[in-house]
């Protein structure tokens, strides 16, 4: 037929009395399988079935899902018709509807049998009503029934079922479907599945599977990865210690998709995590100008990332930045400026900022008040830490298990051992788990003060639910009998920390890390670069010139280790009586070094290394602070070489111990070098670096060396302590620059700085060379008097 120009086709149209028979029909089986069963049921040879009638009673909305199945199987067995592919797309949509999943796997086998195949979306309403459900393993068997009954399956419906998976949490469901895509040359996987697995697996921190995925993608034909896909690796691969990878993979998204905003935060907080802050900030400034405008997340980054560095001033500058351009400080920026302020000894400062951020209205948390206690008791205002933490309890707000345990190590670090056992068995009433950290504060005190018989009182103080304390004595008396062992033949006649060079023999250790780094920086395969080929490679164009000399120094397939790190130490949970874990031989070798048990120490730590327990920064730098106050100074130099041969990241504490060393050596000369290295890796100098630096050049009689390091850390915002002006007037004095020595008392009393023991030792010295050099004078002016 035509019409305007248009073609319909006619169906014919049944006779209405052949309807009328069907409606009748359809009314008599619906009215029997509603007040009965399928038994009841006319002789199927006497009545005219078909397709229709069986879809009208699968529809009807008034029958239950049970007689609607009942009567399915009673037509597939009495019917010389046997259901299509659209029946039984109906009774399984049916069954989705009402949730009778359990009866779906005998309409599959069903459907098999009879070599019947269903449409696409009925196979994905059965995915996703199992994986809504739960039931991962069905799922996965429907999608092996649709390959055996050889059905097309589209990229869209497996893209459904693994981002469904990812949400559920169902990993390992999620992997084997992305692999079962991979595997099909026909089948790309979509950017958003992809990136959503990508996401799941770095937070949980399945880094060879994400490795596998991110190479699977890599190499999967026809697939490309967008703005979104980098960033989450660039942002993964960075932080588990890859910077070569994000590197190389900004280098390839900046030709292709280009960055955005979120790229270079990810950057910069990289670059921060791995101690380059000085690069994030030059970073930083190139974002400004590459036509984006910096966020929230930006300078929270650069703000954290600078008051970890001490880097105070330019961790203010961005504050006011911040707030100049109209985003307002949350609290996490608030606790990690108060934070660099306290570390930098600029409490006023800090409590100023408390202020303002309370004047602003923003809420101060448990996190802030842990910091500010924690400060004011490092910068020795114990007893305002102690009036805040009171004040707090008394409100009842803002107290958690961790401020109790700063509070407990300040008693312990005083020795007062019966309040700190008071404030546990406080902290237990309350309800706050006790953590490995608390407990080592007290066995550490109790072992200076010899008190090991209180530990059956500190039981009864600690009655936590995971049994941390009985753990913690169990390991003691288990690790007490592996003591009394015999040493291994091995090292009997080999030392722990074998030498490989002499220790006065630093710049031995800088070369040779420069040529480790190098090694795992370029692969064999690939010709390094000269400086002026890999300058003319530079796009003289680019917005971000920094960030293409830093990529171009990582080459595309470059693994870079992190050898300097900015990460901070964590509070620790104990896992259990029968696990040796890092955290707990820490803790014993605390114990240990606390009383100067070097030996038994070295025992520990040969015991746990051979149990393949692997040290990190902390029990490292641990050893070798002991052997350095010990005067063994090459055994401290090899725990340093064996440091970078296991790629265990060097932090600040570790080149506070070579310069330590150094200083009683002899050998400040080497101290520049030693800085430049830091320096080389991100490093930075702190309040205890400035310290050591000044203790060892004024021993070393390097006193314009002392002084330009004074000036220098005042002029990068960290303000001296009373160590540092006992040791400027120490070495001052003892240089017979009494003058300067009596200048920098007078500053740390201007500077509200209170003195302590070590200052009236060195006051009594001082004033015995000004009366020594006042009597040598007066002898000078008695002998030109009588020789006039």
Request: aromatic share 10%; hydrophobic share 40%; glycine share 6%.
């Given at each position: 037929?035509?019409?305007?120009?248009?073609?319909?086709?006619?169906?014919?149209?049944?006779?209405?009395?052949?309807?009328?028979?069907?409606?009748?029909?359809?009314?008599?089986?619906?009215?029997?399988?509603?007040?009965?069963?399928?038994?009841?049921?006319?002789?199927?040879?006497?009545?005219?079935?078909?397709?229709?009638?069986?879809?009208?009673?699968?529809?009807?909305?008034?029958?239950?899902?049970?007689?609607?199945?009942?009567?399915?199987?009673?037509?597939?067995?009495?019917?010389?018709?046997?259901?299509?592919?659209?029946?039984?797309?109906?009774?399984?949509?049916?069954?989705?509807?009402?949730?009778?999943?359990?009866?779906?796997?005998?309409?599959?086998?069903?459907?098999?049998?009879?070599?019947?195949?269903?449409?696409?979306?009925?196979?994905?309403?059965?995915?996703?009503?199992?994986?809504?459900?739960?039931?991962?393993?069905?799922?996965?068997?429907?999608?092996?029934?649709?390959?055996?009954?050889?059905?097309?399956?589209?990229?869209?419906?497996?893209?459904?079922?693994?981002?469904?998976?990812?949400?559920?949490?169902?990993?390992?469901?999620?992997?084997?479907?992305?692999?079962?895509?991979?595997?099909?040359?026909?089948?790309?996987?979509?950017?958003?599945?992809?990136?959503?697995?990508?996401?799941?697996?770095?937070?949980?921190?399945?880094?060879?599977?994400?490795?596998?995925?991110?190479?699977?993608?890599?190499?999967?034909?026809?697939?490309?990865?967008?703005?979104?896909?980098?960033?989450?690796?660039?942002?993964?691969?960075?932080?588990?210690?890859?910077?070569?990878?994000s590197l190389s993979l900004y280098r390839e998204m900046k030709v292709s998709v280009g960055p955005d905003l979120c790229t270079y935060n990810s950057l910069i907080h990289v670059l921060c995590f791995f101690g380059k802050v000085k690069d994030a900030l030059v970073v930083y400034e190139e974002l400004k100008g590459s036509g984006h405008q910096p966020d929230r997340f930006t300078y929270r980054i650069l703000i954290q990332g600078c008051c970890k560095s001490y880097r105070i001033d330019n961790a203010e500058k961005i504050f006011n930045e911040m707030e100049y351009n109209g985003h307002c400080a949350d609290t996490v920026v608030y606790n990690s400026l108060i934070d660099g302020l306290l570390k930098a000894r600029k409490v006023s400062e800090a409590c100023e900022l408390f202020e303002k951020m309370t004047q602003d209205g923003v809420r101060a948390s448990s996190w802030t008040y842990n910091t500010l206690i924690d400060g004011l008791f490092k910068?020795?205002?114990?007893?305002?830490?102690?009036?805040?933490?009171?004040?707090?309890?008394?409100?009842?707000?803002?107290?958690?298990?961790?401020?109790?345990?700063?509070?407990?190590?300040?008693?312990?670090?005083?020795?007062?051992?019966?309040?700190?056992?008071?404030?546990?068995?406080?902290?237990?009433?309350?309800?706050?788990?006790?953590?490995?950290?608390?407990?080592?504060?007290?066995?550490?005190?109790?072992?200076?003060?010899?008190?090991?018989?209180?530990?059956?009182?500190?039981?009864?103080?600690?009655?936590?639910?995971?049994?941390?304390?009985?753990?913690?004595?169990?390991?003691?008396?288990?690790?007490?009998?592996?003591?009394?062992?015999?040493?291994?033949?091995?090292?009997?006649?080999?030392?722990?920390?074998?030498?490989?060079?002499?220790?006065?023999?630093?710049?031995?250790?800088?070369?040779?890390?420069?040529?480790?780094?190098?090694?795992?920086?370029?692969?064999?395969?690939?010709?390094?670069?000269?400086?002026?080929?890999?300058?003319?490679?530079?796009?003289?164009?680019?917005?971000?010139?920094?960030?293409?000399?830093?990529?171009?120094?990582?080459?595309?397939?470059?693994?870079?280790?992190?050898?300097?790190?900015?990460?901070?130490?964590?509070?620790?949970?104990?896992?259990?009586?029968?696990?040796?874990?890092?955290?707990?031989?820490?803790?014993?070798?605390?114990?240990?070094?606390?009383?100067?048990?070097?030996?038994?120490?070295?025992?520990?730590?040969?015991?746990?290394?051979?149990?393949?327990?692997?040290?990190?920064?902390?029990?490292?730098?641990?050893?070798?602070?002991?052997?350095?106050?010990?005067?063994?100074?090459?055994?401290?130099?090899?725990?340093?070489?064996?440091?970078?041969?296991?790629?265990?990241?060097?932090?600040?504490?570790?080149?506070?111990?070579?310069?330590?060393?150094?200083?009683?050596?002899?050998?400040?000369?080497?101290?520049?070098?030693?800085?430049?290295?830091?320096?080389?890796?991100?490093?930075?100098?702190?309040?205890?670096?400035?310290?050591?630096?000044?203790?060892?050049?004024?021993?070393?009689?390097?006193?314009?060396?002392?002084?330009?390091?004074?000036?220098?850390?005042?002029?990068?915002?960290?303000?001296?302590?009373?160590?540092?002006?006992?040791?400027?007037?120490?070495?001052?004095?003892?240089?017979?620059?009494?003058?300067?020595?009596?200048?920098?008392?007078?500053?740390?009393?201007?500077?509200?700085?209170?003195?302590?023991?070590?200052?009236?030792?060195?006051?009594?010295?001082?004033?015995?060379?000004?009366?020594?050099?006042?009597?040598?004078?007066?002898?000078?002016?008695?002998?030109?008097?009588?020789?006039?």
């Open positions: 037929m035509h019409l305007h120009g248009r073609t319909f086709l006619i169906k014919p149209q049944r006779s209405h009395h052949s309807q009328l028979a069907d409606v009748l029909l359809v009314a008599s089986l619906t009215k029997t399988l509603s007040e009965s069963s399928t038994r009841y049921l006319p002789d199927p040879r006497s009545i005219p079935l078909s397709e229709p009638i069986l879809l009208q009673i699968l529809r009807n909305n008034s029958l239950h899902i049970s007689k609607k199945l009942d009567f399915f199987t009673w037509f597939s067995l009495n019917s010389d018709l046997k259901p299509s592919a659209h029946s039984y797309s109906q009774v399984l949509r049916a069954l989705c509807r009402e949730g009778h999943l359990h009866e779906a796997s005998n309409l599959l086998g069903s459907m098999r049998q009879n070599g019947v195949i269903i449409d696409s979306w009925t196979f994905k309403t059965l995915l996703d009503t199992f994986i809504r459900s739960g039931k991962f393993d069905f799922a996965l068997e429907i999608l092996d029934t649709m390959e055996e009954l050889g059905v097309t399956l589209n990229s869209h419906m497996y893209d459904s079922v693994l981002i469904a998976l990812v949400r559920k949490d169902q990993l390992s469901f999620a992997l084997s479907i992305f692999f079962k895509i991979l595997e099909d040359s026909s089948h790309v996987p979509s950017s958003i599945g992809c990136n959503e697995l990508l996401v799941a697996l770095k937070k949980s921190d399945m880094r060879v599977e994400f490795k596998q995925v991110f190479d699977g993608i890599r190499e999967k034909k026809g697939f490309g990865m967008n703005v979104w896909g980098y960033n989450i690796c660039i942002h993964a691969f960075g932080f588990w210690g890859d910077l070569g990878t910068n020795e205002r114990a007893e305002a830490g102690y009036t805040m933490f009171c004040d707090l309890k008394k409100k009842g707000q803002f107290v958690d298990g961790i401020t109790y345990s700063i509070v407990v190590l300040q008693l312990c670090r005083e020795g007062l051992l019966e309040e700190a056992l008071g404030l546990v068995e406080e902290m237990e009433g309350r309800g706050f788990v006790v953590d490995l950290v608390t407990i080592t504060s007290l066995l550490v005190g109790l072992y200076k003060q010899g008190r090991w018989d209180w530990t059956d009182r500190l039981m009864k103080h600690i009655r936590d639910g995971n049994n941390l304390l009985p753990n913690v004595l169990r390991w003691k008396i288990d690790l007490e009998a592996s003591l009394k062992n015999p040493q291994s033949k091995r090292k009997d006649y080999t030392p722990m920390f074998p030498s490989k060079d002499e220790f006065s023999e630093i710049m031995s250790l800088i070369r040779s890390a420069n040529a480790t780094m190098k090694a795992q920086l370029v692969p064999d395969n690939v010709d390094v670069k000269d400086d002026e080929s890999v300058s003319s490679d530079i796009d003289q164009w680019s917005s971000s010139p920094y960030m293409d000399q830093l990529t171009n120094q990582v080459l595309s397939n470059g693994r870079s280790s992190q050898l300097f790190s900015l990460s901070r130490g964590r509070r620790v949970q104990a896992k259990g009586g029968d696990s040796f874990d890092i955290d707990m031989v820490n803790t014993f070798l605390s114990i240990f070094l606390a009383k100067g048990k070097l030996s038994l120490a070295c025992k520990l730590f040969e015991i746990f290394t051979d149990m393949g327990v692997n040290p990190v920064s902390y029990t490292y730098n641990s050893m070798m602070t002991s052997f350095v106050k010990k005067g063994y100074f090459d055994e401290a130099w090899n725990i340093l070489g064996e440091m970078g041969e296991k790629v265990c990241p060097a932090d600040i504490a570790t080149y506070n111990v070579i310069i330590q060393s150094l200083g009683k050596m002899g050998r400040a000369d080497l101290a520049s070098a030693v800085l430049d290295k830091l320096i080389e890796q991100g490093g930075y100098l702190d309040l205890v670096m400035y310290n050591t630096l000044i203790n060892a050049l004024g021993k070393a009689g390097r006193i314009d060396e002392v002084n330009k390091f004074f000036d220098q850390m005042r002029a990068s915002g960290i303000n001296p302590d009373v160590i540092t002006y006992n040791t400027l007037i120490e070495v001052h004095t003892k240089a017979g620059q009494l003058k300067d020595a009596y200048k920098f008392l007078k500053m740390m009393l201007d500077a509200g700085c209170i003195p302590n023991h070590v200052t009236d030792t060195t006051l009594d010295f001082l004033g015995k060379e000004i009366e020594k050099e006042s009597y040598q004078k007066a002898s000078i002016m008695r002998n030109k008097d009588d020789d006039s």
